[in-house]
């Protein structure tokens, strides 16, 4: 049995089994949650969109000043040989930079610290249980927590700062909900734990444009949607507008399409997932498997 088959890492140069892969106790991407970070789906043996996500992760980089050795070559090898070395087909792979450990210790200097890459996988993640979404997910609207303010944490460089969604998660589960959509302090949708959100009326499919991630499967939806015909809009998204919608459905790299049935009381399509939902999360599987869009993956065996 292949010993990396629960997980894999890239560290220094090394892969190693997950379960051996540490960062310092110091380390500013522990101690202050400063990481940018990305993760690409593994569909049957490839990356889908990997350019794409290299892209996004290589912005973050830069938008957070962080300095690494590796660069887009090399972080695109390491993620090729941690999922080689894994040998899994459908995967979740991440690529991390952290702050780091500071030359001097107590330093309140961020350029005092060593900054890092790092990488690892696992089998493939579902942020939303398919069992779950068979019926469609529900949504709680987070009530005593807002998004944390782009102009406070800029979300289009993926991060670690997930205070305002565990908080909200807490919120969501102790009322009975699979997941949390956060508004802003307008009033207006922006997004969840992982996940993009989406309202469709008629034949617009509309996504929060601020305070979001630019989200690759976001990307991906909205390029499904103008393949089928429909109209797309990004710009703000008024939670009663939201709630007013035909239907919505979330996106994610850890899952594809989300069909939501039930946002707070409100529900959707008599309980069952929408067309537009439905039609969009086969699509999505069936572009991971276009030529153009994967980077396959040679294993071992």
């Given amino acids: 049995m292949n010993a990396l088959a629960a997980g894999a890492a890239w560290m220094q140069g090394e892969v190693i089994p997950i379960s051996e892969a540490r960062i310092g106790v110091t380390d500013w991407g522990l101690t202050h949650s400063d990481i940018v970070y990305d993760v690409v789906p593994v569909v049957a043996g490839a990356f889908f969109r990997l350019d794409d996500y290299l892209d996004r992760f290589l912005a973050s980089i830069a938008a957070g000043r962080y300095q690494v050795p590796e660069g887009r070559d090399e972080i695109r090898a390491a993620l090729a040989a941690i999922v080689a070395a894994s040998g899994l087909r459908d995967a979740y792979c991440a690529m991390v930079v952290a702050r780091g450990t500071p030359r001097v210790p107590g330093t309140r200097d961020p350029r005092d610290c060593v900054n890092h890459f790092y990488s690892w996988v696992v089998p493939y993640v579902h942020v939303i249980r398919p069992e779950v979404l068979e019926a469609g997910a529900s949504v709680w609207i987070g009530k005593a927590v807002r998004r ?11 991060n670690y700062h997930w205070g305002d969604f565990t908080a909200g998660l807490f919120e969501a589960k ?5 997941t949390v959509l956060l508004c802003d302090h307008a009033g207006n949708v922006t997004e969840g734990p992982g996940f993009n959100a989406f309202a469709v009326k008629g034949d617009t499919v509309v996504t929060p444009d601020l305070g979001v991630l630019q989200g690759i499967t976001r990307r991906t939806a909205l390029e499904m949607a103008r393949a089928i015909g429909l109209k797309t809009e990004e710009r703000a998204l008024p939670l009663e507008e939201f709630l007013e919608a ?11 399409v989300l069909p939501v049935t039930r946002v707070d009381d409100r ?16 699509l999505y599987w069936d572009w991971t498997r276009r030529p153009d869009l994967r980077t396959e993956v040679t294993y071992a065996d």
Avoid at 148 to 158: C, E, F, G, H, T
Avoid at 267 to 282: C, I
């Fill in 148 to 158: 944390i303010p782009r102009d406070s944490v800029d979300p289009r460089a993926k």
């Fill in 174 to 178: 102790d009322a009975g909900f699979e």
């Fill in 246 to 256: 035909d239907e919505v459905f979330l996106s994610s790299s850890g899952g594809g």
């Fill in 267 to 282: 529900l959707f399509g008599n309980g069952r997932p929408g067309p537009v939902a439905d039609r969009l999360n086969a």
